[in-house]
């Protein structure tokens, strides 16, 4: 990894630590810092609320000049996180053609929150879950906050 | 057997799939008939299109088809055209100018402290090379392939680009707008066309850098399209920018999804005095000294030291009255005979450089009275082509040769040309050009440095056709 790309990494964490969106934490191993572990509480009103869900943000060794990758360590019943072991999530700015080298960290904490609060069916990962979002939402809803407490109490 | 929706998924796969990109960021520079010889077996219209392309454009440089090719390909141009300039101020000047463009960037509302390190890496390699240029250390070409082969690097110099270039249309939105389909407004088409890390450069956005890196930057862009469209030349498209004379031109070569540079052979050798280094000066002398070859350099000498008075007999006498004192120091002498076979280098300071090691060798050399004679900086030295004779080498050369004293050169033959071993052979010319200093200097044509390297040439013939000239390599090496 370049030393520019060490030097916005570093930069960025700073702007991460004065600024964090609400219900976040994030663990910064200096050591290893292309790899940060995020701990999130669900929003509240949200059907995730309560739960604590943890994540990893991977910075490839070509950033900023490609995406972060965000993936979910704790299970979430959720369109835009994918339903197995990787828990990865792409869409909106996180896609590589849509990314933009100027983007920060922060816009992409702040989106996956946006996502908790409000998911995005119709740029799923998970078609099935996108459907029961779109017309079934009390299903929905029970089966989330199901694996909240399943997952990530 | 597979569900349609992991069908479906394979497909996808399959469809986005794309072969790993090969070879450098930016290549080396190479003959454009490489270009021809692919085409080759194509279609009669790219056939005859590329067949006519070397004449043209005799050297193109490829760039990695990453998806980020046409905004490599226009910053390498850029620094390109900037060295060819050969200016080291202007390179400075444009750091100054980009830096100024950071009010175009913050009023579309980009964040310095985003494109802060972009912008740096952009003003970072216009410092460098213009350093590099003014040391005249030769790696400046380097220096720039380097930079653009390291990823990051080269990443950071077209993300800058890519900014500048949509700040700049989204300043002159009025011009631009109506060029827009598809997407609610020219912000969106910049987000996703121009500022996305991953996107090819669109026609746009080739005209945004135009306007506001290239010609604002006093340089030329030429974008030939190499397409099925008729005709029988591949259509050029330029933009020049005004009140600049011959300015240096970036030439991109598009072939539909890709682009490459291209080069006139001009290019490379541009006006005399905008050259940072001489290609190759007169004054070099191939290591092979003692062939014909090295007859014409004996007479670029013999010219200057005629301006030494006491150095010339008296039979060139009449030679004496042109070459005067007081030369000029800022033209050439321009030559009354015969035309030059290698491009006539400037009379500028830096010959100093080749000129003053041969003069101390001679002096050195030749007879003692030369010791007192200096040739101070300012003084500059004439450098004629060489004379017609080295046309008809052959026989008269060599009679001259083994009968040094009768010669017809302007030296007053010295002591030690009488003695014998001295004389007979081109030993005597070639010597003080061997110093091991040349001879491990790039200037050397024979050194791998040099631009215009040429590998010492073994030749047995010219070795044994006299006994006497062999064993007098031997010895003076």
Redesign the interface.
């Given at each position: 990894m370049?030393t520019?790309?060490k030097?916005?990494i570093m930069?960025e964490y700073g702007e991460c630590m004065a600024d964090t969106p609400p219900g976040m934490k994030i663990n910064f191993d200096e050591q290893n810092m292309t790899e940060w572990e995020v701990l999130m509480d669900g929003p509240d009103g949200s059907s995730y609320a309560g739960g604590h869900f943890k994540l990893k943000i991977t910075f490839p060794n070509?950033y900023?000049?490609?995406?972060p990758v965000v993936s979910f360590k704790t299970k979430i019943y959720h369109p835009n996180v994918s339903n197995d072991d990787k828990g990865s999530m792409c869409l909106g700015l996180l896609r590589?053609?849509?990314?933009?080298?100027?983007n920060?960290v922060v816009a992409v904490l702040r989106l996956i929150h946006n996502l908790l609060v409000e998911p995005n069916p119709d740029d799923s990962i998970e078609p099935s879950i996108a459907n029961e979002y779109k017309e079934n939402r009390k299903e929905f809803d029970k089966n989330a906050k199901d694996w909240v407490k399943r997952y990530a109490k | 057997m597979a569900s349609d929706d992991e069908l479906a998924q394979l497909e996808k796969l399959s469809n986005e799939w794309e072969p790993e990109p090969q070879g450098p960021l930016v290549g080396e520079r190479k003959s454009s008939s490489a270009i021809t010889v692919e085409y080759a077996n194509a279609d009669p219209i790219y056939r005859i299109k590329t067949a006519a392309l070397p004449q043209k454009y005799a050297f193109f440089r490829t760039c990695r088809g990453d998806g980020h090719c046409g905004w490599r390909a226009v910053a390498f141009g850029y620094y390109e055209a900037l060295l060819r300039g050969g200016d080291a101020n202007k390179l400075e000047e444009e750091v100054v100018r980009l830096r100024s463009m950071n009010n175009l960037l913050n009023s579309i509302g980009f964040q310095e402290d985003l494109y802060e390190d972009f912008a740096d890496e952009v003003y970072e390699l216009l410092r460098r090379l213009a350093a590099s240029l003014r040391a005249m250390d030769g790696t400046t070409a380097a220096l720039l392939l380097e930079a653009f082969n390291d990823m990051g690097r080269s990443m950071a110099i077209i993300t800058y680009l890519k900014l500048l270039a949509s700040a700049w249309l989204q300043n002159h939105e009025a011009r631009f707008a109506d060029f827009i389909i598809g997407y609610p407004s020219l912000k969106a088409y910049c987000q996703h066309n121009i500022e996305a890390a991953q996107c090819e450069m669109d026609h746009l956005a080739m005209q945004a850098l135009a306007e506001c890196v290239v010609k604002a930057g006093g340089l030329a862009l030429e974008v030939l399209y190499l397409d099925r469209s008729e005709g029988t030349e591949i259509s050029p498209y330029r933009e020049v920018p005004e009140n600049v004379a011959n300015p240096p031109t970036i030439r991109i070569l598009y072939r539909p999804g890709h682009y490459d540079i291209l080069y006139k052979a001009e290019d490379f050798a541009p006006p005399a005095q905008q050259q940072p280094i001489p290609t190759q000066p007169p004054l070099q002398v191939a290591l092979a000294g003692y062939t014909e070859e090295f007859v014409p350099m004996a007479s670029h000498l013999s010219d200057v030291m005629t301006l030494i008075p006491g150095m010339y007999p008296p039979a060139l006498g009449q030679r004496w009255p042109s070459l005067s004192y007081d030369y000029n120091s800022s033209p050439a002498p321009v030559p009354t005979y015969a035309p030059a076979p290698t491009p006539a280098a400037p009379v500028t300071s830096s010959h100093q450089d080749f000129a003053s090691p041969v003069h101390a060798s001679y002096a050195h050399h030749g007879a003692h009275s030369h010791h007192g004679i200096h040739l101070e900086p300012p003084v500059t030295l004439p450098i004629h082509p060489p004379p017609p004779m080295s046309l008809d080498r052959g026989p008269p050369l060599t009679l001259e040769r083994t009968a040094p004293v009768e010669r017809g050169g302007p030296f007053r033959p010295s002591v030690y040309e009488l003695e014998p071993g001295f004389g007979g052979c081109g030993q005597p010319h070639a010597m003080p050009f061997q110093t091991s200093i040349f001879r491990n200097s790039h200037y050397n044509t024979a050194h791998f440095l040099n631009p215009d390297f040429q590998p010492e040439e073994w030749s047995p013939d010219t070795e044994y056709a006299t006994g006497n000239r062999g064993r007098h390599k031997s010895t003076s090496q």
């Open positions: 370049s520019g790309a030097k916005r930069k070509e900023p000049f490609k995406p590589p053609d849509e990314w933009k080298p100027p920060k | -």
